[in-house]
């Protein structure tokens, strides 16, 4: 297993140290995604994710239900954060992201759990939705990292990212994660209410390719550091996934691995509308995968549309089989309450 070095790590202090007051003076009067509320958060105002100050986290949990270089063999370390800047309507973790269901923590609990996951043999530590709490995130890496944390960081996010927050990561992010959602303006706004996210997705897309580059994996085939972007493909050519793939193509010279998502299914929210109420139908996934050939991405994984297993790929957060995960595993304390 590919751990971080000593001096790794020590550098990864460094840089924290270096971008934590910025991180939290953006965060004060919140800066810390595109929406750009302005709200001040740590007075009890909420912005449109509607998070807190301190992060909140809905589980965590080594979870196996990731691309196969994260999961290896005993898991990818995940820590689920409630809420999200983007908010789309269809959201399959929509509990999360928009209920926000979850425990606050405080940074050093945080920390506490990121090393509870290490000891558990993760091979990484794949932070979901950090964007609304990489403030804290960040105090509670500088904690496990003088505790002796030494797994690959993975951030594992919607994609709707400002630029200049992904360049102060720059040396501590290992991994990125990102999903790429929409390709038009259209979708973006009709979906997510973000009519920039096509164009602010392709410039975040370039920024983390600038500094992890492609997929690298060790002699076990785990990954240590690079990008894997995923697409949901959506009914109806919703997300416009020619696009996106156009642009996944340019922005990383075909170089990016990429996650095909076949396994959309309509939300109770949506169930009655007229586009979204309805899985993706295979010529749909079939055009997709023309796509991404077309586009030359060559690398990576497709996930088929599924009508049986979406529970391997999407924690269901009331599955008690997940919980019963965690407990026999000894995180009782990530369990909601
Ligand atoms: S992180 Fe939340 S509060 Fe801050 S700008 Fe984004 S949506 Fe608004």
Redesign the pocket.
């Known amino acids: 297993m590919s751990l971080l070095s000593e001096t790794a790590c020590a550098d990864k202090i460094t840089r924290i140290e270096r971008i934590l007051g910025p991180l939290v003076e953006l965060?004060h009067e919140?800066?810390?995604?595109?929406?750009?509320?302005?709200?001040l958060?740590e007075s009890g105002q909420?912005?449109?994710?509607?998070?807190g100050w301190n992060p909140k986290i809905a589980v965590a949990l080594p979870h196996f239900g990731e691309e196969p270089p994260l999961v290896g063999t005993k898991g990818s370390g995940t820590v689920f954060f409630s809420?999200c800047?983007l908010k789309c309507s269809f959201c399959q973790n929509y509990d999360i992201s928009t209920m926000g269901i979850g425990r606050l923590v405080e940074p050093a609990e945080l920390a506490s759990i990121f090393m509870q996951l290490q000891n558990m043999g993760c091979h990484n530590l794949n932070l979901v939705s950090p964007?609304?709490s990489i403030h804290q995130i960040m105090s509670a890496l500088l904690i496990a990292f003088r505790k002796g944390l030494n797994l690959p960081l993975v951030y594992n996010t919607s994609g709707y990212e400002l630029p200049e927050i992904l360049e102060l990561l720059d040396g501590i992010i290992d991994i990125y994660l990102p999903d790429a959602k929409y390709g038009d303006v259209h979708s973006g706004q009709t979906l997510a209410s973000a009519s920039n996210y096509a164009e602010i997705n392709r410039q975040a897309i370039r920024e983390m390719f600038r500094q992890v580059g492609p997929l690298q994996t060790d002699r076990q085939g785990l990954a240590i550091r690079g990008l894997i972007v995923r697409h949901l493909v959506l009914p109806n050519r919703l997300a416009d996934t020619r696009a996106v793939l156009r642009m996944i193509a340019e922005e990383t010279n075909e170089q990016a691995h990429v996650s095909l998502l076949g396994q959309y299914f309509p939300t109770t929210n949506v169930q009655e509308h007229p586009d979204l109420g309805r899985q993706v139908q295979e010529f749909e996934w079939l055009e997709a995968v023309f796509w991404l050939h077309h586009f030359d991405l060559e690398r990576g994984w497709l996930q088929y549309p599924s009508y049986d297993d979406r529970d391997m790929f999407i924690p269901n957060f009331n599955n008690e089989t997940v919980f019963h995960f965690i407990v026999e595993k000894g995180l009782q304390e990530c369990l909601i309450h």
């Open positions: 965060a919140c800066r810390l995604c595109p929406r750009q509320c302005r709200v958060r909420v912005g449109t994710c509607g998070a809420y800047p964007t609304q």
